[in-house]
Nanobody, 129 residues
C-alpha cells in the first residue's frame, strides 16, 4: 500500500509562486507514474502534470510554461513548482501514483484520474487577485 502526503499549499497573490511536495512511502511498482491533479471549486478533478519512472514529463495545456513537475528518486518526494499563479489556479491539489503504460507502449503516463490507484489527502492552494 502506498501512502502519499502532500504539503506546501497556501495563499499567494496572483503572479506569485508556490512549491508543492508529496512524500511517498510504501510499495510502488517499478514502471509507475506520479502525478498532480487538482479540483477547483464546483469543477471535476483534472490532471495537472505527470512524470514517469524514467522522468518523462507531461503537462496540461493550462499550466505549460508555468508549472514544473519533478521528483527525487532517493527520497521518493514528488514536487510541483508553480509560478505565475492565477486566481483560476485556486484548487485542492492532490498527488497520485499509478502504473504507467507498458514499456512496449512507451511507458507514458495515463491522464485519467481513474488510472491512479493511490491518492494523497490534498493541499489547498488559494491565489488572490
Amino acid at each position: 500500500q502506498v501512502r502519499l502526503v502532500e504539503s506546501g499549499g497556501g495563499s499567494v497573490q496572483a503572479g506569485g509562486s508556490l512549491r508543492l511536495s508529496c512524500s511517498a512511502s510504501g510499495y510502488i511498482v517499478s514502471n509507475n507514474c506520479m502525478a498532480w491533479f487538482r479540483q477547483r471549486p464546483g469543477k471535476e478533478r483534472e490532471g495537472v502534470a505527470r512524470i514517469n519512472s524514467p522522468g518523462l514529463t507531461t503537462y496540461a495545456d493550462f499550466v505549460k510554461g508555468r508549472f514544473t513537475i519533478s521528483k527525487d528518486n532517493a527520497t521518493n518526494i514528488l514536487y510541483l513548482q508553480m509560478s505565475s499563479l492565477k486566481p483560476d489556479d485556486t484548487a485542492m491539489y492532490y498527488c497520485a501514483v499509478g502504473p504507467a503504460r507498458s514499456i512496449r507502449d512507451g511507458g507514458y503516463c495515463y491522464t485519467r484520474a481513474a488510472m491512479y490507484n493511490s491518492w494523497g489527502q490534498g493541499t489547498q492552494v488559494t491565489v488572490s487577485s
